[in-house]
Structure formats: structure tokens, C-alpha cells
């Protein structure tokens, strides 16, 4: 059963300068198989759910536009893992993080079904 | 940015049918699948339904789902008290975003 398991810091600076960066490890499976894609998600306090990007075969990368020019999203198949980097952190990007896995079912290749454990991350004011 | 609408809030007693509604555009939910997550407290989300009306395998056969144009619906059937929870609707669109409903908190009486 493949699992995700996430790593990174629960508290980082607001600066422009700031990089909030989270990895997510592959266990029981591969990153690189071909049929499965991955993504982030997040979850402020209070609010809802809010996906951040995803990336697919061949390094295609979705983002949501409201965050799009300060995230980065990729893939280490080295390491069985990938990552999420978002510049310049607010406190706006208080949050519980989430990686997971998109099924890639044939006829609903977006859905998540497998989700890592979250990572609050507080951003101070 | 697109939206997809759920009521705030829904509750019912233990062993009733409660129904949650889920209301896109012809972008997302119109054309594309729908996806159900359910978000106990302190706890990772957690995939109900797929393909509109699939349910993985583990997932109670209380909980189904169904699509109709832009809108769509969670059905739990025979409530129970662990089914209080957070509960969103979910589907692609065709700007290639992934965008979830606003949330719909669900009590148990």
C-alpha cells in the first residue's frame, strides 16, 4: 500500500526572502511510475481546502493562479519524493499542508486518493 | 477564480438520510468528474467518492453520490455519530485548476 510521508518546517519567517519548503516521501510505490501524479493542498485555519499545484508526466506543472508566481513544484526520482517550494510567505500562508497522490483513473484522472499525514506551517505576523 | 458552492453546514439524527449539496459551472462540475473528500477532526482528507458516484474500496456503502449538470449531491444514508465531519466536493476545470467546494460541516445530533 503505498503511503506518503511528509518533512519540513513547521514555522518560517515572513520575508519576501522566505522560502516555505516541504517534501513529501514515496514508500511502497514509485514517484516516477507513469499512471500516477502528484500534488499539494492546503488548509488555513478556518477555511477550506485549497489546491495549490500538481504535476504530471513529462514535468507538466498546474498551479493555482493565485499562487502561481510564487510556487514551484517538483519531482526527485533519486529520492522517491517530491516537493512543494512557495516564495515570499505571508501569514496569509498559515496553514496545514497536505501532499497526495492523483489516481489517475482513466475516466477521473484528477482525484486524490492517497494523502499524506499534513504539516501545520504558521507563518507569523 | 472559479467556485463551487456547498451549504455551510448540515446535521441530522443518528440513522437518518442527510443530503449535501454541491453547485459548480459548466466548467468544472459541468464537465468534468466529481469528487467527494471527507475531513474528520485534526485528520488527513479523505477520498468518499469518485467518477461522480464510485466509492473506493473501504469506503461505507452509506455514502453515495450522483451529478446532475452543474450541481452535485452526497447522500449519507443511516447516519451515524463518526460521521461528523468536514465534507467537500471537488472536480477539475477546464482552466486546468483543481478547485474544492467551500465545505459543508456536518453535526451529528
Known amino acids: 500500500q503505498l503511503q506518503l510521508q511528509q518533512s519540513g518546517p513547521g514555522l518560517v519567517r515572513p520575508s519576501e526572502s522566505e522560502t516555505l519548503s516541504l517534501t513529501c516521501s514515496v514508500s511502497?510505490?514509485?514517484?516516477?511510475?507513469?499512471?500516477?501524479?502528484w500534488g499539494w493542498i492546503r488548509k488555513p485555519p478556518g477555511k477550506g481546502l485549497e489546491w495549490i499545484a500538481s504535476?504530471?508526466?513529462?514535468?507538466?506543472?498546474y498551479h493555482n493562479p493565485s499562487l502561481k508566481t510564487r510556487v514551484s513544484i517538483s519531482v526527485d526520482t533519486s529520492k522517491n519524493q517530491f516537493s512543494l517550494n512557495l516564495r515570499s510567505v505571508t501569514a496569509a500562508d498559515t496553514a496545514v499542508y497536505y501532499c497526495?497522490?492523483?489516481?489517475?483513473?482513466?475516466?477521473?484522472?484528477?482525484?486524490?486518493?492517497?494523502w499524506g499525514q499534513g504539516t501545520m506551517v504558521t507563518v507569523p505576523s | 477564480q472559479s467556485v463551487v458552492t456547498q451549504p455551510p453546514s448540515a446535521s441530522g439524527t443518528p440513522g437518518q438520510r442527510l443530503t449535501i449539496s454541491c453547485s459548480g459551472s459548466?466548467?468544472?462540475?459541468?464537465?468534468?468528474?466529481v469528487n467527494w473528500y471527507q475531513q474528520l477532526p485534526g485528520a488527513a482528507p479523505k477520498l468518499l467518492i469518485y467518477?461522480?458516484?464510485q466509492r473506493p474500496s473501504g469506503v461505507a456503502g452509506r455514502f453515495s453520490g450522483s451529478k446532475s449538470g452543474t450541481s452535485a449531491s452526497l447522500a449519507i444514508s443511516g447516519l451515524q455519530s463518526e460521521d461528523e465531519a468536514d465534507y467537500y466536493c471537488?472536480?477539475?476545470?477546464?482552466?486546468?485548476?483543481?478547485?474544492f467546494g467551500t465545505g459543508t460541516k456536518v453535526t451529528v445530533l
Open positions: 497526495a497522490r492523483h489516481a489517475g483513473y482513466s475516466r477521473d484522472p484528477h482525484v486524490f486518493d492517497i
Open positions: 511502497g510505490g514509485s514517484v516516477s511510475r507513469s499512471s500516477y501524479f
Open positions: 504535476i504530471y508526466d513529462v514535468g507538466k506543472v
Open positions: 459548466s466548467s468544472n462540475i459541468g464537465s468534468n468528474p
Open positions: 467518477s461522480n458516484d
Open positions: 471537488a472536480a477539475w476545470d477546464d482552466s486546468l485548476i483543481y478547485v
